[in-house]
């Protein structure tokens, strides 16, 4: 309908004004902060946050075996009576972001219509990449399809073991994992966040995705809980990830060069990973994630071209094309959780993996929300699920491939499946050339992408804890820093692996409520892209008719 008359501009710009007060707020960023000591925190956020993580971190210690009998028990309640939701709700995630691609909504611009990004898109993705899943794919991209293909913890779909049928899907299985559904997690986070910190002008917390839900109501104990429950699944995942991380560097050192891969060692990579988060997160974004973004995304290049070229180059070209094939047959399949025989393999992988990475998706969709503006909805949806899932499909074929391949000849200590998880991709660098190159490379790699990890980690929680500023002070984002480093740490002088499995059944474990918020997000979102479209097509009609 074209406007023909100066009474017809007037009426849809009161509309327009009318709109856009339905998302107006007096709330000011920072307004409940204090500022002790030079910082500027939330009050009560930090307050609440730091004493729940001092009493759980604490009482792991010095009840390790309790806590993780405990949380374990948490865990597996959780895995077991909610593994259903888990599956339907991971499944509506992708269906909603695939869906925000082609819907109209999908040309709307994070930050407005003028808005540009901040960041090159290379930097952009090897940011996003190497927060959301860069360590991972270095810990069971040789382990998880060598673990599906010997029956290591259960087959997908129960395929006997060793045979080709069980190669397939465990390429595509261990694709299935690390394709659409995290991303599309991640992605419902981090858009959510982008949109109405960037679009609407609210601070960048978790609570702000939720105003067309709830409205005023979300700067007070509404908003709260939700960033209290973010700030620990993001400090506990961290934390975990770290430990579990030194104890696979540490044996990565034992193996290059016989150092013991003890207790000392772990605290002391744990120490150094802290140190230069600390010296990363205190040159921010630009000087600190964006640049060790870049080095790990050329070094992963850099190992990856190694191994394609170095191992038997056609067959893991194969394996890439393969992976992809198997993914797109058993997506289906691997999604359905109703009559599902593999009840063993379903709950210790699928449902796990779907409470973790919802677990983490506080932390990373608010990092790709804080880097993202300036991206079409569209593109940022393509971006984020699309290329990490080509970019891990051509990994996993390449590493998983090879030790498929190795189990297959019977060579190496692969030919014995998995035996020690934080060796396995050190013993399939061990049937290829150069292997000390490779391993100290792969050490590099594991403990850089946890620097970036970290940091990136430092910069979410700071940025929960201070209200939503993403300018708070140098001495906040050192704080959290090291408070990760000094949480894995202890836990694991303190407790050892009982302690940080304790923290992990904790992270798993969060991740119920959490799927909850995150589809009440959904929602949210929907409401927030409608509107937005709404005011941005009524704007266009009235400049395109006042020109």
Same mark, same amino acid.
């Given at each position: 309908?074209?406007?023909?008359?100066?009474?017809?501009?007037?009426?849809?710009?009161?509309?327009?004004?009318?709109?856009?007060?339905?998302?107006?707020?007096?709330?000011?960023?920072?307004?409940?902060?204090?500022?002790?000591?030079?910082?500027?925190?939330?009050?009560?956020?930090?307050?609440?946050?730091?004493?729940?993580?001092?009493?759980?971190?604490?009482?792991?210690?010095?009840?390790?075996?309790?806590?993780?009998?405990?949380?374990?028990?948490?865990?597996? %309640?959780?895995?077991?009576?909610?593994?259903?939701?888990?599956?339907?709700?991971?499944?509506?995630?992708?269906?909603?972001?695939?869906?925000?691609?082609?819907?109209?909504?999908?040309?709307?611009?994070?930050?407005?219509?003028?808005?540009? #990004?901040?960041?090159?898109?290379?930097?952009?993705?090897?940011?996003?990449?190497?927060?959301?899943?860069?360590?991972?794919?270095?810990?069971?991209?040789?382990?998880? #399809?060598?673990? /599906? /293909?010997?029956?290591?913890?259960?087959?997908? =779909?129960?395929?006997?073991?060793?045979?080709?049928?069980?190669?397939?899907?465990?390429?595509?299985?261990?694709?299935?994992? %690390?394709?659409?559904?995290? %991303?599309?997690?991640?992605?419902?986070?981090? =858009?959510?966040?982008?949109? @109405?910190?960037?679009?609407?002008?609210?601070?960048?917390?978790?609570?702000?995705?939720?105003?067309?839900? =709830?409205?005023? $109501?979300?700067?007070?104990?509404?908003?709260?809980?939700?960033?209290?429950?973010?700030?620990?699944?993001?400090? !506990?995942?961290?934390?975990?990830?770290?430990?579990?991380?030194?104890?696979?560097?540490?044996?990565?050192?034992?193996?290059?060069?016989?150092?013991?891969?003890?207790?000392?060692?772990?605290?002391?990579?744990?120490?150094?990973?802290?140190?230069?988060?600390? @010296?990363?997160?205190?040159?921010?974004?630009?000087?600190?994630?964006?640049?060790?973004?870049?080095?790990?995304?050329?070094?992963? !290049? *850099?190992?990856?071209?190694?191994?394609?070229?170095?191992?038997?180059?056609?067959?893991?070209?194969?394996?890439?094309?393969?992976?992809?094939?198997?993914?797109?047959?058993?997506?289906?399949?691997?999604?359905?959780?109703?009559?599902?025989?593999?009840?063993?393999?379903?709950?210790?992988?699928?449902?796990? /993996?779907?409470?973790?990475?919802?677990?983490?998706?506080?932390?990373?969709?608010?990092?790709?929300?804080?880097?993202?503006?300036?991206?079409?909805?569209?593109?940022?949806?393509?971006?984020?699920?699309?290329?990490?899932?080509?970019?891990?499909?051509?990994?996993?074929?390449? &590493?998983?491939?090879?030790?498929?391949?190795?189990?297959?000849?019977?060579?190496?200590?692969?030919?014995?499946?998995?035996?020690?998880?934080?060796?396995?991709?050190?013993?399939? &660098?061990?049937?290829?050339?150069?292997?000390?190159?490779?391993?100290?490379?792969?050490?590099?790699?594991?403990?850089?992408? !946890?620097?970036?990890?970290?940091?990136?980690?430092?910069?979410?929680?700071?940025?929960?804890?201070?209200?939503?500023?993403?300018?708070?002070?140098?001495?906040?984002?050192? &704080?959290?820093?090291?408070?990760?480093?000094?949480?894995?740490?202890?836990?694991?002088?303190?407790?050892?692996?009982?302690? *940080?499995?304790?923290?992990?059944?904790?992270?798993?474990?969060?991740?119920?409520?959490?799927?909850?918020?995150?589809?009440?997000?959904?929602?949210?979102? /929907? $409401?927030?892209?409608?509107?937005?479209?709404?005011?941005?097509?009524?704007?266009?009609?009235?400049?395109?008719?006042?020109?």
């Amino acid at each position: 309908m074209s406007l023909h008359t100066e009474q017809d501009i007037q009426e849809k710009i009161q509309q327009v004004e009318e709109l856009k007060e339905e998302y107006e707020t007096d709330f000011e960023i920072g307004q409940d902060n204090v500022q002790p000591m030079g910082m500027d925190i939330h009050n009560p956020v930090f307050f609440i946050s730091a004493l729940l993580i001092i009493v759980f971190v604490l009482g792991s210690i010095l009840f390790p075996a309790e806590s993780n009998a405990m949380l374990s028990g948490a865990k597996g %309640w959780v895995i077991n009576h909610f593994d259903w939701l888990f599956m339907l709700s991971a499944n509506i995630f992708v269906v909603f972001c695939v869906a925000l691609i082609f819907l109209p909504v999908g040309r709307l611009r994070i930050g407005g219509a003028d808005a540009k #990004p901040e960041y090159s898109t290379l930097s952009w993705l090897a940011m996003l990449f190497a927060a959301g899943m860069g360590i991972g794919l270095m810990f069971w991209s040789v382990a998880e #399809p060598l673990a /599906y /293909y010997t029956d290591w913890y259960g087959t997908p =779909l129960n395929t006997p073991a060793n045979t080709d049928a069980a190669a397939n899907i465990a390429i595509g299985a261990t694709m299935f994992h %690390w394709g659409l559904h995290p %991303w599309a997690i991640y992605g419902v986070v981090a =858009l959510s966040l982008a949109f @109405f910190a960037y679009n609407k002008g609210m601070p960048l917390t978790i609570r702000s995705a939720f105003y067309p839900l =709830l409205g005023e $109501r979300i700067w007070g104990w509404a908003g709260h809980v939700i960033d209290i429950l973010a700030v620990l699944a993001t400090i !506990f995942g961290l934390a975990t990830s770290l430990g579990f991380g030194a104890k696979q560097a540490s044996s990565g050192l034992n193996f290059l060069f016989g150092i013991e891969a003890g207790i000392n060692t772990q605290i002391a990579i744990i120490i150094g990973v802290t140190l230069v988060a600390v @010296f990363s997160v205190m040159r921010g974004v630009d000087g600190g994630v964006k640049v060790l973004s870049n080095i790990n995304m050329a070094l992963a !290049f *850099l190992l990856l071209l190694f191994v394609v070229f170095a191992g038997p180059t056609l067959d893991l070209i194969s394996w890439m094309f393969n992976a992809g094939v198997s993914y797109v047959e058993n997506i289906i399949p691997l999604s359905n959780w109703v009559g599902r025989k593999d009840d063993e393999w379903l709950h210790g992988w699928t449902v796990f /993996y779907w409470a973790w990475w919802i677990s983490w998706s506080p932390f990373v969709g608010m990092f790709i929300a804080r880097i993202s503006k300036g991206r079409t909805i569209r593109e940022f949806m393509v971006s984020v699920l699309i290329v990490p899932m080509v970019i891990t499909l051509i990994w996993m074929g390449a &590493f998983g491939g090879a030790a498929i391949e190795q189990a297959q000849a019977g060579i190496g200590a692969l030919a014995d499946g998995v035996g020690k998880v934080s060796l396995t991709m050190f013993h399939m &660098f061990e049937q290829l050339p150069l292997t000390g190159i490779t391993s100290f490379i792969g050490i590099v790699l594991v403990l850089v992408f !946890f620097v970036t990890s970290s940091d990136s980690g430092s910069l979410v929680i700071d940025s929960i804890t201070a209200g939503g500023k993403v300018d708070a002070p140098v001495p906040q984002r050192i &704080f959290w820093a090291c408070l990760e480093g000094l949480i894995a740490g202890a836990l694991l002088y303190g407790g050892g692996k009982e302690a *940080l499995s304790a923290l992990q059944a904790g992270a798993i474990s969060s991740g119920l409520p959490f799927t909850l918020v995150l589809l009440l997000m959904c929602v949210s979102l /929907y $409401r927030g892209l409608s509107h937005e479209y709404q005011v941005t097509r009524l704007e266009r009609r009235i400049e395109k008719h006042q020109a």
